[in-house]
């Protein structure tokens, strides 16, 4: 309880806000909760909101006891610490709000490194020198101390008692009033602090007020029941809501209720409780006698229940018992009592007992009526309660209940009662002051909803909600929304809540829909007029509008989302339609992100409001479903030209046209005046989306008059083209994105690499558009309008249907290319008709064909496979995967139907026919490469028909289309003719299945949104020849070796290890894996109903397979396969699992390309031809490697010949220490003379012989030392452990111990128990130095465990390895220590102060006693350097950095070092550098004295940059083309770095700087612009001026030397996050820049997100820095390429 400081030193006298208060019955002592330090109320704010972005959260069953973290309640992070675990349950404390919480893990997640560093808000107090002297407190003192949270007092601090943190806190105004009450005496205040440590033994931790005994309500029976100290009730907060289950209603002031979070915990509780009790004998043990007494009770339904008898126990008959997890009261016989075991009390109760708050009788009493309907309401159901407040005395708390429509049960009950109906303001509180989640109502699931006919209100919205950016905003935004409930919401049965799921009916509505809310899916009708709101203006062609109809939906929505934004911290985005804050004003706001720059920030517009921001990704959301049902509240509109009525177009004008406009807009708001929409056109804006030609009207005047007028007058007013033509279709991408799944519907095929296909979700808008063409084609036509070439017209088709079509030719015959389709054909002049002037829905909505492509086939393929493809995807329903996206909207994909991958078919079926070629079958006649064509396509169709049939197919047939083998239709490629030819095909009559009866192929025509390519193919389809797939294309199916260089150390952790000759490593970096793992979950969910192709699960086969474990979808590959099942092995990490047929799929090929994250390994210099492992290296080998950070080395590979896939010889490095030498000892080579076998029967029977032996004796000599060593303390490089000092020596030799001594404690007590358990036990005379043992120290008397360090005769001198002192021990009180004893690492360890090497160096005699006193008894904060191991003690000792009370222990101590002088060396090499490395380390902190000889051992890291591989980067500083610096994009390592130099540089304010500081020197120094301390590197010095550049930022500034520090080691061995580039491919000495470039190169990169691939690296001979020769991509434009233009040769 020590780790979080701040806590008053006694005599302090201080204010204190008390937030609550416990009166401890058992004690007479009064707890208080206090706030101190008001003034830092803003830092706590602060830090509130900082941490609601926790770091991650749990994975399952994390943490331990101790362990910092971050609670999730009712929306909010709270920090907290880990008190017990039991199974899945985490009692935790409340670090700020001082008290425990019970949780699972699912509501905990790891904080940010700093997000503990304040003390606790609220500290726990005892009100000092008051004590009770009656059992309970009376009631006028009670209600006195009730009264007391939320005042605050003056106070004095008396005692802080450790580890509890409990102050004793004395506040003279409220001990007088205690006095004066009589209920309290005074006590002196020593006598009162040894009364509270007698009183409150409590566990450590913050459970100080949840293991106090409280009083159970009475239950109307004889006796007033006591919780027993062995049930634990945890106190819930209040003002919160939970979750509940009803189990048991007596009347509305006394229910029950259980959290339903432990449902599952409880289950299984009751589920053991049974078993145990079935089985079990009566056992002899005590029988609980009084009332009170906790049991077990076997209840009239025949189960046993965790219980307390409400009656003393009688010999006979029955008795009265209260079941405590149901809340239930029984009578039942006396032999079914039975004791409560122990291990039963550990799960904490979480049944309450609850009152309706606000509900209360008319002074009758309940009536049997009313109880019975309250029964039928509650009993048995789940709600949401809010915890109102909570009354101790009688442990009642007081709820609001509420059923999952929101409706509130309490006021439905008092109104169904007769009971006095709430008033406005009490509906208002309880309906609307906090909305409840939509997470808590949606996981109440639609199974309850309370009937009611309330009108609720809805208000107490947000004053403003419109956001606040850089467009132009309209004033008055909100002025004129009514700010109360206009219109009632009625909530129907079933119908939900309250929320923005409301239609415009006004009513709840039930439907619910995954798509995005979209303005553009109402197309308004031409001429409709209707309310608005202006709600941003960014020019008078485009601005936003709001329908007035819908703002009560739209402010509740706004208030949910401020509540309950979707999600508390940020996570992974699956689609563009998000939650986003506005960094104007800190709300939340629904939002569509157009525009990842591939950085932190996001562009995303506002769909509810119009505009457009730019915001973090830590404040994007994924959105909650429920609130995509209400549409998109504002839509695009642009002003109508009154000059050009006929053809209406949006006009543009100057600034202060669009300013009038402005002030015509703000005007109505502020005046509260309407304002009318009307619609004068519908078109589309260049992005393909709606955009309405309207005018703005009030009652008095039109912005379209307004701005005419002042146009003529200014004679400033220019008509603009039309924003569409009055003869172009609208194309669109249809928010289709890379990596998006679409259920499409093919509607023609020219090849396999363009083809085109309508997407399912968009029929709607498909039927909508021929619905309108059916209509316009009707009325008669303008024959004044001649159809010209690219003339968008209505053509009718062979089935007698009009449909959307575009003249793409007029000579010799007309053809039409039928937009929604793909489609072309010729018709007669008699079947097309123009398109009609006037807006419609026909012109507006986008063309529907989309043009597509197949993923990675050749650009030339075989006609006999397009023939295939044509006739078994045209009319079929298919799904495609969007790899890429090309130019005009094309979408290159991956095509499955059904389970069948398309594009690997296709792929083979090329395959197929290259090998036929190249074996001679290309000679065969026409007729034999008809037949092989026809086993090709038969074969293909064969696996496609084996199958299942899709949902959707199955829909599409139901709507008439054929399936299978009766869709035979072929539409052939346009390009397959070079003349105009005619080809007869079948007619389908349905409008979704459009196949022309005539195609028009002409390689003259060019189609809009068609690629026409030449019919130069038909020589090479003759020839059948395709460069592009070879032989080689047969292993297309296999997944990429693993990105490892030989002799290229890479960080990993281990993911699956079977043995040193056998296990997996993965990336440390796991954001590749994250990516797969998303894309594998997502691809195995989409193929739910496939069922993968038998044929091709051969071994080797790549998958995607089932994990039964987590039933999660994973990358695999198929190791072997039976009738049933198949041998999988998971190729990201590494094992193997069997896995059932059906829960195999194909694997896309985008998962394919993405080489696996996990590679198998071997221990590198262990050839298993030479040598065998002894049994033991498993186990410890296993213990070494698992979750730890390990550096791995390449130095071979081979392919592992039963799994397919290579094999790595390895060296692994963890902690600098080498793991293959540690793994030595375990492997015994083959004798020469001796065969493999007969050496391995040897072994196996020698070690069977040590086996046994070792179980009987603890017998350590020379040769089984290492066998039984305590394990090594869990110490990480470079990570900061909480400490006190234990054992002092000297600074190269003191043992710390941890601050956190829980484990401490346990393994002091087991120790204690395993010595006095063997206390007639000899221990063997073997005994040597190295083993471990128990050892009795004669101070105390107590056992503890230790190692022997030396012994003489029957002496044992032993170091107590979890203290570090050493003791001389008689061999009698030595004891054997138990294996479960040695398994736990010593909670001591070695350590010496880093940076005093003794080789070259000495201490002062006065260090000791300084270096004592400077550490004892106080908590450090140490990290570890380095690691070796310690001769005399057999122990590793740590090289550490301490720091105590803000001082670096270390730097204090360099005034006791005395540096031996060193010979100068003469000689020059290796041998010269290690001297002055030598001499070098123990100044490097101090001095950094950096000279000519010495410049390289005290220079910065190189960045750690790779070549050839991309690079997320952000410009820091520009000069030119040939001379700027890059920063990496991902800032957390620059945020920890200037964090840690701004530390040392505040610490080191009076710290001089040694003179010899010169040209390379890294150090700190003070940047004059903000004040602040960066690290540096000299660049020159004159006199006491410095010139530095600022290595992590690459700028350069002239610095003053007072100005400058020493750079602590830790900050030196952190590379530098800027590094000096050029742009390659512009060679200094060949060439020249023109002047204009180093402007424009600038404006290019600056704050813009780069894409920086590395090409070479050279020393930069000024700066003293390696400089890169870079390519850059900014925005998809090579920066290279660009700036040649600026570039000139010298000739």
């Known amino acids: 309880m020590c780790s979080i400081p701040g806590l008053p030193t006694p005599g302090t006298e201080l204010h204190v806000l008390i937030t609550r208060v416990n009166l401890n019955p058992t004690c007479g002592l009064v707890e208080l909760w206090v706030k101190m330090d008001d003034d830092k109320k803003h830092i706590y704010e602060q830090m509130r909101e900082d941490i609601q972005t926790p770091k991650r959260k749990f994975y399952g069953s994390e943490g331990k006891p101790g362990d910092l973290c971050l609670v999730y309640i009712t929306d909010t992070w709270h920090r907290a610490r880990i008190v017990s675990i039991e199974s899945e349950i985490y009692n935790i404390f409340l670090i700020d709000q001082g008290q425990p919480h019970i949780t699972t893990s699912d509501a905990l997640a790891w904080g940010q490194s700093d997000s503990f560093l304040l003390p606790p808000e609220t500290e726990s107090c005892i009100l000092a020198n008051v004590f009770s002297t009656e059992n309970n407190w009376p009631e006028r003192a009670t209600k006195f101390l009730k009264s007391l949270p939320g005042k605050k007092f003056q106070g004095l601090v008396h005692h802080v008692l450790m580890p509890d943190r409990t102050i004793l806190l004395g506040i003279p105004v409220v001990s007088k009033h205690l006095y004066k009450f009589g209920v309290a005496k005074k006590i002196p205040i020593e006598e009162f602090k040894c009364l509270v440590q007698k009183c409150l033994p409590l566990p450590k931790g913050e459970v100080s007020e949840a293991y106090s005994i409280t009083k159970e309500q009475n239950l109307n ?15 819930l907060l209040t003002d919160t809501y939970e979750i509940v289950q009803v189990t048991e209603v007596i009347n509305p002031l006394s229910i029950f209720c259980k959290l339903l979070i432990f449902s599952k915990a409880l289950k299984i509780l009751s589920e053991q409780i049974q078993q145990h009790y079935e089985e079990s004998a009566d056992l002899g043990e005590a029988q609980p006698q009084t009332c009170g007494d906790p049991c077990a009770a076997k209840g009239i339904n025949g189960r046993w229940h965790r219980s307390l008898l409400k009656q003393n126990m009688t010999t006979q008959g029955a008795v009265e018992v209260f079941h405590v997890d149901e809340g239930k009261t029984e009578l039942i016989p006396v032999e079914y009592i039975k004791p409560m075991h122990g291990k039963f009390l550990k799960m904490p109760v979480v049944t309450y007992t609850c009152s309706l708050d606000g509900v209360e009788d008319d002074g009758t009493g309940w009536t049997t009526d009313q109880t019975d309907y309250l029964k039928s309401l509650l009993l048995n159901h789940t709600a949401i309660a809010r915890l109102e407040h909570h009354n101790i005395p009688e442990d009642v708390y007081y709820v609001t209940l509420y059923a999952d429509n929101a409706a509130c049960i309490n006021d439905h009950f008092k109104e169904k009662a007769g009971l006095s109906p709430p008033s406005k303001t009490e509906q208002d509180s309880n309906v609307q002051s906090e909305p409840i989640a939509s997470s808590l109502l949606s996981s109440l699931g639609d199974k309850w909803c309370v009937d009611l006919q309330n009108n609720l209100s809805v208000d107490g919205l947000l004053e403003e909600t419109s956001p606040s950016t850089k467009n132009t905003t309209v004033s008055g935004r909100t002025d004129d929304i009514p700010t109360s409930g206009a219109d009632d919401i009625h909530i129907k049965e079933g119908s939900g809540r309250p929320d923005p799921l409301i239609k415009n009916s006004g ?36 601005f936003w509008c709001q329908t007035t109809e819908n703002d009560d939906h739209l402010r509740l929505l706004m208030q949910e989302l401020q509540n309950c934004n979707t999600s508390s911290f940020p996570q992974p985005l699956a689609e563009s339609i998000c939650v986003a804050r506005n960094p104007d004003n800190n709300m939340w706001y629904r939002a569509k992100i157009f525009a990842s720059h591939h950085s932190p920030v996001v562009d995303v517009r506002f769909i509810d409001y119009g505009q457009t921001q730019k915001v973090p990704l830590r404040d994007v959301r994924p959105i909650d479903p429920a609130f995509l049902r209400l549409n998109a509240q504002a839509f695009q509109c642009c002003l109508f030209d009154l000059k050009n009525p006929t053809n209406p177009t949006g006009i543009s004008g100057t600034d202060a046209a669009l300013a009038e406009f402005q002030n015509f807009v703000d005007l109505a708001a502020s005046s509260n005046i309407g304002m009318k929409c009307i619609i004068k056109a519908v078109k589309s804006d260049e992005e393909g989306l709606l955009l309405n030609v309207v005018d703005i009207e009030t009652s008095s005047n039109s912005a379209c008059k307004l701005l005419a007028q002042k146009c003529v007058q200014a004679e400033a007013c220019v008509q603009i083209p039309p924003a569409v033509t009055s003869d172009t279709y609208n194309y669109s991408t249809h928010n289709v994105e890379v990596g998006g799944i679409e259920k499409v519907w093919v509607t023609s095929s020219e090849d396999v690499n363009h083809f085109y296909c309508q997407l399912d979700r968009n029929s709607h808008l498909f039927d909508e558009v021929m619905e309108n063409v059916k209509q316009l084609a009707s009325q008669p036509q303008n024959s004044d309008h001649p159809l010209g070439l690219n003339s968008i017209c209505f053509a009718r088709y062979t089935d007698n249907q009009w449909y959307r079509g575009q003249v793409v030719e007029v000579s010799p015959k007309l053809a039409v290319h039928f937009v929604d389709y793909g489609v072309t054909l010729a018709v007669n002049e008699s079947d097309i008709c123009p ?6 829905i026909a012109r507006s909505v986008p063309v529907q064909a989309v043009p597509l492509g197949l993923f990675d086939v050749p650009a030339e393929v075989p006609q006999e496979v397009n023939d295939w493809f044509a006739d078994h995807a045209i009319s079929h329903s298919l799904t495609i995967s969007v790899v890429a996206k090309r130019a005009k909207g094309k979408l290159i994909v991956e095509l499955f139907d059904g389970s069948l991958n398309v594009n690997a078919k296709v792929r083979e079926g090329i395959q197929k026919l290259t090998e036929q070629q190249m074996t001679g079958l290309v000679q065969q006649t026409d007729q034999q490469l008809c037949n092989r064509s026809g086993c090709l396509m038969q074969e293909l169709v064969n696996a496609s028909v084996s199958t299942e049939v899709t949902e959707a197919n199955k829909i599409h047939s139901n709507d008439g289309m054929c399936a299978g083998d009766e869709l035979n239709m072929s539409l052939p490629s346009i390009t397959d003719a070079s003349v105009p030819e005619i080809e007869h095909g079948k007619t389908l009559d349905e409008e979704r299945k459009l196949t022309p009866d005539v195609v028009v192929k002409d390689k003259e025509t060019e189609l809009p949104e068609t690629f026409i390519q030449g019919d130069h193919r038909d020589l090479e389809i003759t020839q059948l020849s395709f460069p592009s797939c ?58 739910q109903e496939m069922v993968m192709i038998p044929n091709t699960l051969d071994p080797g086969s790549p998958c995607l397979a089932l994990f039964p474990c987590d039933n999660q979808w994973y990358r695999a590959q198929v190791i072997q396969r039976t009738d049933h099942k198949v041998h999988v092995l998971f190729v990201d990490y590494g094992n193997e699992s069997e896995v059932d047929l059906r829960d195999v799929k194909p694997l896309p090929q985008n998962l394919l390309e993405k080489a696996p994250q996990a590679f198998l390994c071997s221990l590198n210099g262990f050839d298993e031809s030479k040598g065998s492992w002894d049994d033991e290296v498993y186990e410890d080998f296993y213990n070494l490697l698992v979750d730890k950070p390990l550096g791995v080395t390449v130095f071979k590979m081979e392919d592992h010949s039963e799994i397919a896939v290579p094999q790595y010889a390895v060296k692994i490095e963890y902690d600098n220490v080498v793991v293959n030498s540690v793994m030595q000892k375990y492997w015994k080579p083959f004798p020469i003379e001796h065969s493999k076998s007969e050496t ?39 990570k900061k452990e909480e400490v006190y000092a234990s054992s002092i020596s000297a600074p190269n030799f003191f043992w710390c111990q941890y601050a956190n001594s829980e484990r401490l404690d346990e393994v002091s007590r087991l120790a204690q128990e395993a010595g006095q358990l063997q206390q007639d036990m000899m221990f063997p005379e073997t005994l040597g130095p190295g083993s471990p043992c128990l050892a009795l120290f004669s101070s105390d008397n107590q056992w503890y465990r230790a190692q022997v360090n030396q012994r003489v005769d029957d002496t044992l001198l032993v170091v107590f390895v979890d203290y570090g002192n050493e ?35 000495s201490w002062n005699d006065e260090v000791y006693d300084d270096f004592y006193n400077l550490v004892v008894d106080k908590p450090l904060k140490l990290t570890v350097f380095n690691m070796e191991d310690q001769s005399d003690t057999v122990v590793p000792q740590y090289a550490v950095e301490i720091e105590c009370e803000g001082v670096v222990v270390n730097t204090a101590m360099r005034k006791y070092w005395k540096p031996i002088a060193k010979k100068r060396v003469s000689i020059e090499g290796p041998q010269a550098e290690t001297s002055l490395q030598d ?82 020197s890294p150090c700190l120094a003070l940047f004059s612009s903000d004040e602040q301390w960066y690290r540096a590197q000299v660049i020159r010095r004159v006199d006491d001026e410095f010139n530095v550049l600022f290595v992590d930022y690459g700028n350069e500034s002239n610095v003053n030397i007072k100005n400058v520090r020493p750079l602590p080691l830790s900050l030196l061995e952190k590379a530098p996050q800027a590094f000096l580039c050029s742009l390659n491919g512009f060679v200094k000495s060949k060439g020249s820049w023109d002047d204009k470039v ?54």
């Open 221 to 235: 029976v004889s006796c007033q029941l006591e919780r027993h100290h062995q049930y634990f009730y945890p106190e």
């Open 507 to 542: 009513h709840l509505s039930t439907d619910f829909t995954s798509e995005a809310p979209n303005a553009h899916d109402y197309v308004f009708t031409v001429g409709s007029t209707f309310n608005v709101k202006v709600s941003c203006i960014e020019s008078l062609q485009k």
């Open 835 to 840: 398109f009609p002037n006037e807006a419609s």
């Open 1030 to 1087: 070879s032989v080689e294309n047969v292993k297309i199916c296999m997944y990429k070796k693993p990105n490892i260089s030989q002799n290229n150390t890479v960080e990993v952790y281990t993911s699956c290890i079977v043995g040193p000759h056998f296990f997996w490593c993965q990336y440390s970096n796991t954001e590749d894996l994250n990516m797969v793992s998303r894309l594998a979950q997502e691809v195995g969910q989409v193929q």
């Open 1240 to 1278: 391995n029967q040897t072994e196996t029977s020698l070690q069977g012989i040590q086996t046994e032996s070792n179980m009987t004796h603890l017998c350590v000599s020379k040769e089984n030392v290492t066998t039984h060593m305590y394990k090594k303390p869990n110490i990480s490089k470079d």
């Open 1367 to 1401: 003791s001389e021990v008689h061999i009698k009180n030595v004891r054997s220590l138990p294996q479960s004893m040695l398994e736990k690492a010593p909670e001591a360890f070695l350590c010496s102060l880093h940076g005093f090497d003794e080789s070259t160096g």
């Open 1479 to 1560: 001499g070098q380390t123990a100044s490097n902190t101090m001095h950094l004295n950096v000279s000519g000889g010495n410049v390289n051992i005290c220079t910065y890291r190189d960045p750690n940059i790779s070549r050839n591989e991309t690079e997320m980067v952000y410009s820091s500083c520009i000069v030119d083309p040939h001379f700027f610096w890059c920063q990496y994009a991902n800032t957390e390592e620059l945020d920890k770095v200037s964090r840690l130099a701004q530390e040392a540089g505040q610490v080191q304010q009076d710290m001089m700087f040694p003179e010899t500081l010169g040209p390379g």
């Open 1638 to 1691: 180093c402007e424009d190169f600038y404006n290019l990169i600056v704050d813009k997100p780069l894409r920086m691939m590395v090409f070479s690296m050279d020393d930069h001979s000024e700066a003293g820095v390696p400089q890169y020769a870079v390519e850059i991509e900014c925005e998809g434009v090579v920066v290279n390429t660009l700036m040649e233009k600026y570039w000139s040769n010298w000739t």
